[in-house]
């Protein structure tokens, strides 16, 4: 009889003392509200940063020199803003979260995760977008979402732990791509690794509310279109390969780049650092000199462009190039702004070179790889990047040779660049080992 487990409460008449522990339905209604909020913040962030986009282009047709003089000029703006009043704000955001959810109740952690860094993180964002930056609005969006998150709990007067935060920068990757099962594979391989047991519950819960939400008020859409076509498997043994390859390798070296200019221990961030207001004047000349080559192309996340590319219309071959080098300028600033758009546009401009190889019917495939491939060297998440691409382009029936590339580009790129970006960047953030944190 000792080897018979024991017989659950709930046989003998008795509730278990965990399902009527007050702090555990607080704790749910909490996970509740949050997961709404995240999905309204997230649908209003989206809408403002296409409005901003769009004016910009608007404004640029008709006044095509505008950008050498207005994006500099933003640049300026934006970083003497984020270094005067919001110094938690600058980069990508997933970074933020990353580093918060080390140790969630200190004072880094409260600081990175602050409403008033959250609404910085909007504002000078947007503002970035009108200037016409190379950011995307996901990045932000994980930090805005990890925000909504602590702030909620911690008005339930509930502990902060590193689930709670992990399951709000989760949501905000569901709600910012519409795309659920991303979030989830986001925090399984970025966020974290495993905390405990209870994570996965409270993280699916979180993606799954607050994806419904924006779903629900903004409708069933997809976030690059459906995509039509397949690849016969000749094609696919020779393009996922390629595009894994080449795709991988700019990947890691924009990370590579990225480091040397950015990182903790970059070679040239204490010179950037040094003189902050010429970097940022620099950076946006740049990519000011770029929009004006490029007719608009190079600006803003390159939503529209990419979304071209992929159903099968031609563009110009510098669009990938020029993706790139706008993207590493803008992130080289220091102002807000994420990397996850721009770089799948960049993906996009390296695959529509690859698609003169192959049959024109097969071009949105191969520019899908293509994002694949470079989205998978920088981020170095294939499962994450394998769950974007597929959900956002309703494409699960070429999902193996995403598979297949995003495999060959998370190799390809670490060997360009060893270090995954966001882990590195998150120890910018971070606190000195000793005596900086304590519990609040």
């Known amino acids: 009889m000792a080897l018979l487990p024991r017989r659950p409460d709930f046989l003998s008449g008795k509730m278990p003392q965990e399902l009527v522990r007050a702090d555990d339905w607080h704790r749910r209604i909490a996970m509740l509200v949050s997961a709404v909020l995240i999905g309204l913040a997230a649908l209003f962030f989206a809408r403002l940063g296409d409005a901003a986009q769009a004016l910009f282009l608007s404004v640029r047709q008709d006044y095509v020199y505008l950008p050498l003089v207005l994006t500099p000029l933003t640049f300026l703006v934006v970083s003497v803003l984020t270094r005067r009043f919001a110094r938690e704000a600058r980069g990508s955001g997933i970074p933020q979260v990353m580093a918060a959810s080390r140790k969630p109740m200190g004072r880094t952690a409260r600081a990175l995760l602050s409403l008033r860094a959250a609404i910085a993180k909007i504002v000078l964002t947007v503002v970035a977008l009108l200037g016409g930056a190379s950011v995307g609005r996901e990045g932000p969006t994980v930090q805005l979402a990890g925000a909504i998150m602590v702030q909620v709990h911690r008005l339930f007067r509930l502990r902060v732990t590193p689930g709670v935060v992990i399951a709000g920068g989760a949501a905000g990757v569901a709600a910012a791509f519409n795309t659920p099962l991303a979030g989830i594979a986001f925090a399984i391989e970025e966020l974290a690794v495993a905390y405990e047991q209870r994570l996965a519950v409270l993280v699916m819960g979180a993606v799954m509310i607050a994806g419904l939400t924006a779903q629900g008020l903004a409708g069933d ?82 939503y529209e462009a990419t979304t071209a590319l992929l ?33 799948l546009a960049a ?52 999902i193996l040779p995403l598979f297949a590339t995003a495999l060959i580009g998370d190799w390809a790129g670490s060997m360009v660049c060893r270090d995954k970006l966001y882990l590195v960047l998150s120890r910018g953030f971070l606190p000195p080992e000793k005596g900086e944190e304590k519990p609040a």
Request: include cysteine; glycine fraction near 16%; proline fraction near 7%.
């Open 221 to 302: 859409y997809v976030y690059f279109g459906l995509l039509d076509g397949s690849l016969p498997i000749t094609s696919v043994l020779v393009a996922a390969p390629l595009a894994g390859l080449i795709g991988g390798v700019l990947g890691g070296l924009f990370s590579r780049l990225f480091l040397m200019l950015r990182g903790p221990d970059g070679r040239w961030a204490p010179l950037l650092d040094r003189w902050p207001m010429v970097t940022a004047l620099a950076c946006g000349s740049l990519v000011g000199l770029l929009i004006y080559l490029t007719d608009g192309n190079a600006a803003g996340t390159g």
């Open 311 to 343: 159903e099968g219309e031609k563009g110009d071959y510098w669009f990938g190039p020029a993706k790139f080098v706008a993207a590493l300028a803008t992130s080289a600033s220091g102002i807000p702004g994420g990397i996850f758009a721009p770089s």
């Open 347 to 398: 993906g996009a401009g390296f695959g529509q070179l690859l698609t003169p190889l192959f049959p024109a019917e097969q071009a949105g495939v191969i520019v899908l790889l293509g994002m694949a491939g470079y989205f998978t060297g920088v981020v170095r998440a294939p499962l994450t990047a394998v769950i974007i691409l597929s959900e956002a382009t309703g494409s699960s029936h070429v």
